[in-house]
């Protein structure tokens, strides 16, 4: 049947209905894979920084104790190892302590970097936190505030 503008059957409107109905639940779907995933992923990989940054704080201590009784970062981290951590939640997570006692630790599969960096003021060790994406890191390691 042809009809002319503005005359349209009741099928012809309950097909239209439901084609804005389908519309728009395919447009909820859409917004929430594109807001919603991202943000779950966003603190899915605030935690796993925190895990990965917690994860070097035994090898912290030892390179603070070093610093403190030598007094100097030469060798701080020599010989200093942290075994690589599986985690259920955040996946596989590893660090590498260099002789001058920073650490490098990192989580591939939240793509995420930490670099822990000692110094000596006044005979004690203090640390410095940077970590890539910075967006991922607490405000402690480089971060905003969350």
Not at 11 to 32: H, T
Not at 53 to 71: F, H, R
Not at 107 to 133: D, F, H, R
Request: glycine share 14%; proline share 6%.
């Amino acid at each position: 049947m042809v009809c002319s503008p503005g005359q349209l059957d009741s099928g012809d409107k309950k097909m239209r209905i439901a084609l804005l109905v389908v519309a728009g639940l395919a447009l909820a779907g859409f917004l929430a894979v594109a807001v919603v995933l991202p943000q779950m992923a966003g603190a899915q990989a605030q935690d796993a920084a925190q895990a990965l940054i917690a994860g070097a704080e035994p090898a912290k201590q030892q390179v603070g104790v070093y610093l403190e009784k030598s007094g100097n970062l030469a060798g701080a981290g020599k010989g200093i190892k942290i075994a690589s951590r599986s985690d259920p939640k955040h996946g596989e997570m590893k660090w590498i302590v260099s002789e001058n006692g920073a650490i490098r630790g990192w989580n591939e599969p939240n793509a995420l970097e930490v670099t822990l960096m000692p110094t000596l003021q006044g005979g004690k060790a203090t640390w410095s936190c940077k970590g890539y994406p910075v967006n991922a890191m607490p405000p402690s390691c480089g971060g905003g505030s969350s």
